[in-house]
């Protein structure tokens, strides 16, 4: 009875009982104060908690009924607990002594129970939890694993897991697949018979042993990497060694498939040596086993081999090894030797700790990194966090050191992702490998993620230089590249490797790119290939099988690829190691090119050193045509056509040049420069195309479209072959044939170079003649080898240069090119020059003269005509310009002739020009300016000089008057500006002069004018000027001071006196804020009124100021004949005093509003800022207050109190920028509550229905209130009619206990239909200035109208208060009765009777009132969508006519019972209605539309009832038809004005319909339209035919919110008569009607 044996303790899964009995039989009960008795509840818990845990692993499989939970606890809380079970029995007895040498026993046995009871809790939770979850589906997927066919079980019967075997395959699937044939079972998932569950072993046990024997069976194939460092370490195991390295290089690949040799059936035996772990490590990471890896030859010492040094290993040393490969796999857990091979229970929980553990280490995937050397690679890796909680990784990167990331720890956020980058910045082109490691982080006390690994490799596909060069290069010719080299890494020396790269482009491709894009450039111009871009050409591959050539053969076969390959690759760099210091300037490296070859190429120097890395700097070359070998010039004359024979030599002077460049820099054995040569010149050696003549065949193309040619030439080149291709020509089929003829060709001393025929002698100099008669003779062979006929017809004078380029029709690697160069002058002619421009104007022309020549020229100019100047001498330079710039200055307006002669003097060529001046009229002198004041005369002078007189105009004169006018000119003088006052001609003299005259203006302003000076013999010699007079007001007569309260209005008498005998009548202007006045003023004579103040001499000015504050006005009275009068006004705007609002008075709790007028005097609209001080207590519906010009209206002032009794004051202020401001002081008093606004609330019939009444407390202070529903009725002790809450149900008449009774029945109904829906409806607080909402619910079962009453009371300063909200339910009849719809077109009207049925009113309850059912107690409304409300409140109304009784199923009173049919459907079980009401609907729409209208019908205190009908407006008829007719590219219009419905501006749209002519257009299309009443607003419609056709129409809309317009428009096309003879033919292509 101690408890400690198996099946000695019952405790049941009940929590223990709060009371308990002594050893001595002392009670105590209800001791909950005893320290003792609390740790015994404490720890009869805990131990409560433990069997709940060990219930628990129970249930889900783990065999732990040999625990007791009261070993699992504390030691303190263990001798509780058993003193406790001990105890509580209270028929046995204990003594103290007893207890105590009881707690002696069970102390000495806790601390191992308790192990024991812990350790089998955590081996069975580890077996019902993680071993449970190990199966075959699983272990057949992991990482690592491959198995072959025969390991899968499926060539024998198939046993599933509870042992029954079926033959054939299972099912695919690991679940059932469904029902079976009747009597057998569904079949599991698919098991091996190996690993079927046993006596011996779980299914799970099978599969780690499985696993386990799959790895250390492959861990035998795979190589020790680290043995071979271990047996050179240990001289005496030699032997070991050797045999370790041969395992090594024999080892299979990891990828293999494995197939089982040996079986590991014990987890003891296999593994208590650690070497079945050490496999395991070596299978998943081979790595493991690597030089100063832990495992490093593993396999050496499992053999009997010595440890590092000779030293025998013993095994505590061996499970350091093993320890320190699980720490850096992050697998260790501090186990110790004895803990993981003690028993076949320690090593399972070992192999199963790896086995879940290890796989995770094996990349999931190989991430690539593509791209280029030189420049960094990025990847991402999403990670995702599908759980509830942040994971946390640690990053490890492996490997190469060229991978690198950013952060070593990563934090993924609760169902989130992360990007994370891993960067490669290579350094050499060769792949390197990584391993990217994700372990996971324990978060406290929870484990942490799985681990991630991902392999890591690269893929160079390219290099990216450290700098690139582009240079562009001629065909054959050399180039020098300086390369500035810099090494990005540290010191060392690094070897350099071309490698090149090149598309050849075909000479055709260029020509045709280059004359394409209007190049006209000289030789070695970059071509420009813009859409048309060259082709590439590409070489075949020289790397052959050369097997069957001989040996002689196949060297002089291999020196001239040699030689080719030079010709081909045209880079070199005499350097081949390149060392780099730091700290020293770059290395400049020169790398040469010498191409044979158009096209592009790109070089990369790639210096490599195997330690460092490797990087590379680019070339691009871009080769173009060759530069001119040979220039050819000839002169010619514009407008004539030259034909010139151009001859071009045998030799290619360019290539001989290249060749010889390249064999002195590259080939130094004299043996192979001549094979070089003779390999070189077959390679662009053309076949002969003519043996006799010996002429190859070659184009020519010129890069000018001035030049006419035959392209096509027969050419006896130095570079020819008699027969076949020359070497790299040849086609890449039948090669070894084709190899064989050219080595046979190569060797026989190449002497088809230079052979032609005797007939045609070489040319040896390129050249250009003059044209013969023998040229011209197609029958002339030999005459026109290497020639060709060229015809040159320039359209300018010029230098033309051009270049010819000659290539080999079938070699195209022969290119030669020439440069052309003709000059062309002008033949003997005069050329016109033409100048024209205002008189006495310089106009200027410039004359360009290029000189060609190679020496100055110096000219000398000679120019006639009075009006033309130009310099004497002009020297152009030599392959230059210079420009001759020619000056007109005509003296008057006229035509002026000139001439122009310039000569070279050291040639004595003479160029002669005819100058011809056109001279307009002369522009203005100059602007004058003058400023004067108003009614003062002032004096102003101009300056004058005198103007030359054309001489042909002076000829016919006599002496003396020629005489006379160079002494003096007289000009007549003209204007337009007013006031001006001056003499009418002017003399002026040589030395000039001046012309003074007068201004005054009797007003102020500015004036603009002229004033002309013409010779009174000559007018067309004239001069003017243009004036600005700028006059200033006079000052004012005097100031005068006026002073007004806003918004009120003080006139200003103004008077004036008139000095002359006529009327004066003025024009007044006013400037000036609230300034009113007449626009004119009509001023008697002096003398002529009665009086000197009467009203005629006065004008009255009113000064009525909006806005307060201090302004300055102006006053002026213009007449033209005195001038202006003005005077300045001083403003003074006093601000008004507030309007007083009266005081507003309104109970606490609730507002109060009042009216506050305001008025617009202005002409426009004005929008008033509403601000109001107090807003505590007052307030305005709106913050924005518009009014209509002129207008008078109010606004609304609310009126909050907060306090009883108390006056509040506040202002209003309306502001306006333009009206200023207008205050108004408002008050307030509050008032003890009482009676509150009603509060409606309307529900169906047995439904509930809800409503909330707002409360708002209106004090500074938290406000404690309770509320209560109470019932309003009331009885009549006289027997009169009482006002019960339930009206439409009570009775008229109280003369019966029945009838008293039925009344308080009423009455407890109304209370059972109202409620609070309120948690808590006494000591309720509410904040200060806070609404609070009272929740009503409201379910009436009768029909009828229900009343109740919401008391909210409170108690403040002393006082009760109460609120009374009156509540007033509805209750509806039924659901909605649907309608039928109402369609009509627009504008037409339809009206309609239906009859409604009255539900739940029945004749007993109207009896029972003593009242009939009259239609003053119904009300009619409608509900419907905000957007239609005003549409509808136009068009649709429903009116109630009479109330109608019926009888069952709503039929009226004397109509027959339903039919037969009806009662089939169901019209017999509708509810009886004994009250209808038949209602007249009227529809009159004015545009289309559609809406649902809901029809609500309301009778006095009985009910309600909820109707829905549907309208639609269809489209109506046109309100007019219109015709139009315009011709095509023509036009028609109609105008016509549009007036509203109503009163009132609208909005409109118009618009034509979609099946509408688009020919047809209206304008405006949006507006405002003009109200009913006016003349209304216009609409023009335009009808504009793009082409004939058929008659077109068009339907117009314009529409409003509320109206709508259609009209049909028809367009057609005028009538047109044809005059048939005046239709004539030009061609007679008819034969007549005889023929």
């Not at 987890?267 to 650690?274: I, S």
């Not at 109190?1201 to 509050?1230: A, C, M, R, W």
């Not at 009156?1366 to 627009?1386: H, N, V, Y």
């Amino acid at each position: 009875g101690d408890g400690n044996s198996a099946g000695s303790h019952n405790f049941k899964g009940v929590h223990p009982p709060h009371t308990a009995t002594s050893a001595a039989g002392a009670s105590i009960t209800n001791k909950r104060s005893s320290e003792k008795h609390n740790k015994i509840i404490s720890a009869n818990r805990l131990v409560f908690k433990m069997q709940q845990l060990l219930n628990f692993l129970t249930n889900n499989g783990a065999l732990l009924s040999h625990v007791n939970p009261i070993s699992m606890v504390g030691l303190e809380d263990h001798l509780l607990a058993q003193e406790y079970e001990l105890t509580r029995d209270q028929s046995v007895r204990f003594t103290p002594a007893m207890l105590s040498d009881r707690r002696r026993a069970w102390e000495q046995l806790w601390l191992d129970d308790c192990m024991r009871s812990w350790l089998a809790v955590l081996y069975q939770a580890v077996k019902s939890f993680v071993l449970a979850r190990v199966n075959y589906s699983d272990y057949s997927v992991m990482p690592g694993i491959v198995l072959s066919p025969k390991d899968d079980g499926l060539n024998g019967p198939l046993p599933t897991n509870n042992g029954v075997s079926t033959q054939g395959k299972p099912p695919a699937t690991g679940g059932n697949n469904g029902p079976s044939k009747k009597g057998k079972k569904n079949v599991g998932p698919f098991i091996p018979p190996d690993l079927v569950p046993s006596n011996v072993y779980s299914h799970a046990e099978a599969v780690l042993l499985a696993w386990a024997t799959y790895h250390i069976e492959r861990a035998s194939n795979l190589p020790d990497l680290g043995a071979a460092v271990v047996s050179l370490s240990n001289s005496s195991s030699a032997a070991v060694a050797a045999a370790a390295v041969a395992k090594s290089a024999s080892s299979t690949d990891n990828r293999t498939i494995i197939s089982f040799n040996k079986r590991v059936v014990d987890f003891e035996n296999e593994f208590k040596d650690l070497t079945g772990f050490f496999r395991l490590f070596h299978s998943h990471i081979p790595s493991i086993t690597a030089d100063e890896e832990p495992l490093a030859g593993y396999t050496i010492l499992e053999k009997g081999g010595l440890g590092p040094g000779g030293v025998t290993l013993r095994k505590e040393d061996l499970y350091e090894m093993l320890q320190h490969a699980m720490q850096k796999l992050r697998l260790d857990f501090g186990a110790t030797l004895m803990e993981c091979v003690q028993s076949s229970r320690s090593v399972l929980l070992m192999v199963l700790h790896l086995f879940l553990s290890l796989p995770n280490l094996i990349p999931k995937t190989k991430i690539e990194f593509v791209g280029d050397l030189g420049s960094p690679i990025y990847k991402k890796i999403e990670l995702r966090n599908p759980s509830k909680r942040k994971v946390t990784y640690e990053v490890t990167l492996n490997g190469s050191p060229d991978f690198s990331v950013d952060n070593n720890v990563v934090t993924i956020p609760p169902e989130s992702g992360v990007e994370f980058i891993v960067t490669l910045n290579a350094k050499f082109f060769d792949p390197v490998e990584g391993k990217l490691t994700f372990w996971g982080v324990r978060d406290g006390g929870l484990a942490g993620p799985s681990t991630l690994a991902f392999q890591l490799s690269s893929k160079i596909v390219g290099r990216k230089p450290v700098d690139k060069l582009n240079k562009t290069v001629q065909l054959f010719d050399l180039e020098t590249i300086p390369l500035q080299i810099k090494n990005p890494f540290k010191d060392g020396n690094f070897q350099l490797k071309l490698q090149v790269t090149q598309a050849l482009y075909n000479v055709e491709e260029i020509i045709k790119s280059t004359t394409a894009g209007g190049a006209t450039s000289g030789a070695g111009a970059k071509s420009k290939r813009r859409n048309n871009e060259p082709k590439l050409l590409t070489f075949g591959n020289n790397s052959q099988d050369l097997s069957y050539l001989s040996a002689a053969e196949r060297k002089t076969l291999e020196e001239d690829m040699e030689i080719e390959m030079i010709f081909k690759s045209p880079f070199w760099c005499n350097e081949e190691t390149v060392a780099f210091v730091n700290g020293r300037p770059p290395r400049t490296i020169q790398l040469y090119m010498l191409p044979f070859l158009l096209g592009k190429y790109t070089c990369q120097l790639v210096f490599i050193d195997k330690e460092i890395g490797e990087f590379c700097y680019e070339v691009n070359v871009e080769v173009g045509l060759p530069k001119p070998f040979d220039r050819l010039d000839f002169s010619t004359t514009t407008s004539s056509q030259t034909t010139k024979t151009l001859r071009f030599g045998s030799k290619n002077l360019a290539f001989e040049k290249a060749f010889s460049i390249l064999t002195d820099m590259r080939i130094k054995n004299p043996n192979k420069k001549i094979k070089a040569r003779s390999v070189l010149q077959n390679f662009i050696s053309s076949p002969v195309a003519n043996e006799e003549t010996g002429h190859s065949n070659f184009v020519l193309e010129f890069f000018s479209t001035f030049f006419q040619y035959k392209k096509q030439i027969n050419f006896v080149s130095e570079y020819v072959q008699v027969a076949g291709k020359g070497f790299g020509q040849s086609s890449p089929t039948n090669r070894p044939a084709q190899l064989r003829k050219e080595v046979a060709a190569l060797t026989s001393s190449h002497s088809v170079a230079g052979a032609v025929a005797k007939k045609a002698p070489k040319i040896l100099k390129t050249t250009i003649e003059d044209s013969s008669a023998e040229d011209f003779n197609p029958m002339n062979e030999t005459q026109m080898l290497n020639s060709s006929i060229i015809s040159f017809y320039p359209e300018r004078a010029g230098h033309y240069n051009t270049i010819a380029v000659v290539y080999g029709k079938d070699n195209l690697f022969d290119v030669r090119v020439v440069e052309v160069n003709a000059k062309v002058t002008m033949p003997d002619g005069k050329m016109v020059i033409e100048f024209r421009g205002p008189a006495r104007e310089l106009i200027f022309q410039d004359i360009p003269i290029a000189n060609e020549s190679d020496k100055d020229w110096f000219l000398n100019s000679f120019i006639r005509g009075e009006a033309f100047t130009c310099p004497k001498t002009l020297v152009v330079p030599r392959k230059g310009s210079a420009v001759m710039q020619i000056t007109f200055q005509g003296p008057s307006a006229g035509k002026f002739d000139g001439s122009l002669q310039l000569k070279n003097v050291d040639l004595g060529d003479t160029f002669e020009y005819g100058l011809v001046g056109l001279a307009d009229e002369p522009l203005a002198e100059s602007h004058l300016t003058y400023k004067l004041m108003a009614r003062k005369s002032q004096l102003f002078s101009i300056p004058l000089h005198k103007i030359l007189v054309p001489r042909d105009k002076l000829k016919n004169r006599s002496m003396t008057e020629k005489t006379d006018r160079e002494n003096l000119q007289v000009f007549t003088v003209e204007t337009d500006l007013p006031y001006l006052t001056g003499s009418e001609t002017v003399s002026i003299a040589d030395e000039g002069g001046q012309y003074t005259f007068s201004i005054l203006s009797p007003v102020g302003g500015v004036f603009n004018g002229y004033i002309s000076f013409k010779d009174v013999d000559f007018p067309e010699v004239n001069m003017w000027f243009t004036v600005n007079v700028e006059v200033t007001a006079p000052a004012e007569e005097r100031s005068i001071a006026v002073e007004s309260v806003v918004r009120k209005a003080v006139a200003v008498e103004i008077t004036l006196d008139n000095t002359t005998d006529q009327t004066l009548l003025f024009d007044v202007s006013i400037q000036g804020e609230g300034l009113l006045g007449s626009p004119t003023f009509e001023l008697p004579p002096k003398g002529g009124s009665a009086a000197a103040n009467s009203p005629s001499d006065v004008y009255e000015l009113i000064f009525s100021p909006l806005r307060a504050g201090q302004y300055n006005g102006k006053i002026s009275f213009y007449n033209a004949k005195v001038g202006e009068l003005w005077y300045k006004l001083n403003l003074s705007a006093l601000p008004a005093t507030p309007i007083v609002i009266e005081t507003i008075e309104s109970m606490i709790g609730t507002s109060q509003q009042v009216k506050a007028p305001v008025e617009n005097p202005l002409a426009e609209q004005v929008v008033f800022s509403v601000s109001v001080a107090d807003t505590d207590h007052f307030s305005v519906p709106s913050e924005k207050i518009t009014l209509s010009p002129y207008a008078q209206s109010f606004f609304m002032v609310s009126f909050r109190p907060s306090s009883l009794n108390d006056v509040v004051k506040s202002f209003i202020t309306l502001t306006n920028p333009q009206f200023g401001e207008i205050h108004y002081e408002v008050s307030g008093v509050g008032l003890l509550p009482g009676i509150m606004p009603t509060v409606l609330i309307d529900a169906p019939l047995g439904e509930i229905g809800s409503q909330t009444v707002e409360f708002f407390n209106p004090f500074p202070h938290p406000l404690p209130v309770n509320v209560v529903l109470t019932n309003t009725s009331t009885q009549s002790n006289a027997g009169g009619k009482g006002t019960s809450g339930l009206h439409g149900i009570r009775g008229g008449k109280q003369n019966s206990n029945a009838a008293a009774l039925k009344e308080k029945n009423d009455a407890d109904s109304m209370l059972e239909a109202f409620g609070l829906l309120m948690r808590k409806t006494s000591d309720v607080v509410i904040a200060e200035k806070t609404p609070f909402h009272i929740a009503l619910s409201f379910n009436p079962m009768k029909l009828g109208q229900y009343e109740s009453m919401v008391e909210v009371r409170s108690f403040v300063g002393g006082r009760n208060l109460l609120w009374c909200y009156p509540i007033r339910g509805i209750a509806e009849a039924g659901t909605k009765q649907r309608l039928a719809p109402l369609k009509s077109p627009c504008k037409t009207q339809m009206m309609r009777e239906d009859l409604i049925t009255l539900e739940g009113i029945s004749k007993g309850d109207v009896a029972a009132l003593g009242e009939d059912l009259s239609l003053s107690d119904i009300s009619v409304d409608t509900s419907v969508d905000d957007k239609f409300k005003s549409l509808i409140a136009r068009c649709f109304r429903a009116q109630p006519l009479e109330i109608v009784a019926l009888r069952g199923g709503g039929k009226r009173d004397g109509e027959g019972d339903v039919s037969g049919e009806e009662a089939a459907l169901g019209v017999a079980k509708a509810p009886a209605a004994e009250f209808g009401l038949r209602l007249r609907l009227l529809f009159e729409p004015l545009r289309t539309f559609t809406a649902r209208v809901e029809v609500v019908v309301v009778c006095r205190n009985r009910g309600k009832w909820r109707l829905q009908v549907d309208l639609d407006a269809t489209e109506p008829e046109p309100d007019d038809r219109i015709k139009m007719c315009a011709a095509v590219g023509g036009s028609d219009k109609v105008t016509f004005k549009l007036a509203n419905r109503f009163l009132g501006f609208s909005k409109f749209h118009a618009y034509f319909s979609s099946k509408s002519s688009p020919h047809f257009s209206v304008s405006p299309s949006s507006g405002i339209l003009a109200p009913f009443g006016s003349e209304g607003s216009p609409f023009v419609v335009s009808f504009a035919p793009t082409d004939y056709g058929a008659i077109e129409h068009a339907n117009l809309i314009i529409m409003t919110d509320d109206a709508q317009w259609n009209y049909e428009f028809r367009g057609s096309y005028p009538d047109t008569a044809t005059i048939a003879a005046a239709v004539t033919s030009k061609n007679k292509s008819r034969l007549g009607s005889k023929i």
